[in-house]
């Protein structure tokens, strides 16, 4: 049997790929070697989602009295969180899996290993068996990164450190948590586990959190959760790490953060290894799997999409490339683009935000008008938010009058940026954007607002 597609590694690409390929009639195989659902599904953002949202109503529930609710004991049962968590996980994966069955996707759950070239096609190796597929998809995403810091490999194997893997395995809430990195994952992280009772103390390397992020929400998003009492040590870069504490300097001289477990978060490398792409030739640089706008790879017929190509490692443009390489495959027109593509950081606030930001269209000599309003001009926000200190911030680039960037930290944030997305991506101008009749009372009115203050 010469399969149409061979998919390697059924996460967000992976399965998508999967469900859209079969609908275009492929004949498809899915190979996975851990489980179907990927990073995302099994331990990103989904499960990372069931324990914020646990912590979001813990947190209601203990400031309720501002709002008239009164809590006598607010806290949070680790153990009934995390089988909730197992549970949504297992629906999720449970309904990707019959989807693709649903569809005649056929799944291998083993590791799958490109094995050379025939006249077929492709040939993969997995559980034994030797598979040909016309095209090839390489997604097989990502794990965190694992820097050379003395101590790290050694009080990893301890269990000592953790990534987003093992984290949201734990049993136990840990007394005082370390992060290491106030990137994505970081935060979240630091944010559930700080509501679940632990001391956490955020490591940081550079001067604010949430990577490239705007500054001024940046900021905004360290002051709430200091004021939470979460402890940040920024511009301090980890040197060693011994058992029971990690060793950062900050301004020259050695500190130490004592704790009970630490999570390293600090970004994630593509998963290009044992995969035998350099037996047919596949191009890797130090990002992952070289593609171009159609999620080719140098070779014919092969293509790669999610984190494993590290163009922007988020699961919903793991979504769009697969899809585009999908539509390449069936022969249709289609391209990727990573113009309009919105991050979110789950918090609370929750911050989130598409296009340019102030600096990355200055630093592209865009000629700009910068926008930022309190949140408190949404009333929803001011109903909903007891001294809310939310704002948002809209690029407009002056030469076509055309919204080309927001950034919000608030809450809903992650619901209502893709409305902001459709507007940045369709390059709408301001005028059309000023005849959109918002639904109210809501925040996303902020948008309509922003745009009116211009
Ligand atoms: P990240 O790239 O978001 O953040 C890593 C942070 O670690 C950066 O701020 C960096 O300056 C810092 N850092 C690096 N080396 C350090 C050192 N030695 N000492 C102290 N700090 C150091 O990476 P993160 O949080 O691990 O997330 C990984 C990926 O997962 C990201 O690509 C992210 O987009 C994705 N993700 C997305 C989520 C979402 O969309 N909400 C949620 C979680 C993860």
Redesign the pocket.
């Known amino acids: 049997m010469v399969y149409d597609l061979i998919i390697l590694g059924g996460g967000p690409a992976g399965y998508l790929a999967g469900e859209r390929a079969a609908h275009e009639g492929m004949k498809v195989l899915l190979i996975e070697e851990r489980f179907i659902g990927g990073v995302c599904l099994n331990e990103?953002?989904i499960p990372?989602k069931a324990y914020l949202y646990a912590a979001k109503l813990k947190d209601g529930a203990a400031h309720g009295e501002k709002y008239g609710v009164i809590a006598k004991e607010t806290r949070l049962d680790h153990a009934v969180v995390n089988s909730r968590k197992d549970k949504v996980v297992k629906v999720l994966t449970g309904g990707v899996r019959s989807t693709l069955k649903g569809l005649g996707v056929e799944i291998i759950e083993a590791h799958g290993e490109i094995a050379g070239k025939s006249a077929e096609g492709y040939e993969v190796l997995a559980a034994g068996e030797k598979y040909q597929g016309k095209n090839l998809l390489i997604s097989t995403g990502s794990t965190?990164?694992m820097?050379p810091?003395p101590g790290l490999k050694e009080q990893f194997e301890a269990g000592f450190i953790l990534t987003?893997r093992e984290i949201l395995d734990l049993k136990e809430i840990p007394g005082e948590l370390a992060v290491?990195?106030?990137?994505?994952?970081?935060l979240?992280m630091a944010s559930y586990f700080h509501s679940a009772g632990s001391k956490v103390t955020v490591?940081?390397?550079?001067r604010q959190?949430g990577?490239p992020i705007d500054p001024d929400i940046a900021a905004l998003l360290k002051k709430n959760y200091e004021k939470k009492g979460v402890t940040f040590k920024m511009g301090?870069?980890?040197t060693r790490i011994e058992a029971g504490r990690v060793i950062?300097e900050e301004n020259g001289a050695e500190q130490s953060a004592p704790a009970d477990k630490v999570l390293l978060?600090?970004?994630?490398v593509a998963r290009t290894r044992d995969l035998g792409l350099e037996k047919i030739g596949v191009l890797t640089e130090h990002a992952g799997v070289v593609t171009d706008e159609k999620m080719k790879t140098n070779i014919p017929g092969v293509y790669a999409a999610g984190d494993v190509n590290g163009k922007s490692?988020?699961a919903h443009t793991a979504y769009r490339e697969a899809e585009v390489a999908v539509n390449i495959i069936a022969g249709k027109k289609d391209k990727m683009s990573y113009a309009a593509i919105p991050?979110?950081?789950?918090t609370n606030p929750e911050v989130a935000g598409v296009g340019e930001t102030e600096q990355t269209a200055k630093d592209k000599g865009m000629d700009v008008t910068v926008k930022t309003i309190s949140m408190r001009y949404a009333g929803r926000y001011i109903a909903e938010n007891e001294g809310g200190d939310g704002i948002i911030k809209i690029i407009v680039d002056n030469k076509w009058d055309r919204l080309i960037g927001v950034h919000m930290i608030a809450n809903y944030a992650s619901e209502l940026i893709w409305g902001a997305d459709a507007l940045v991506g369709t390059s709408m101008t301001i005028e059309q954007i000023k005849k959109i009749v918002f639904p109210h009372p809501t925040v996303s009115e902020i948008i309509r607002e922003a745009v009116f203050q211009l």
């Open positions: 990103g953002c990372s965190a990164a820097p810091i987003n290491i990195g106030g990137g994505v994952i970081g979240e490591i940081e390397m550079l959190v990577g301090c870069k980890v950062y978060s600090i970004g994630r490692m988020l991050g979110v950081i789950y």
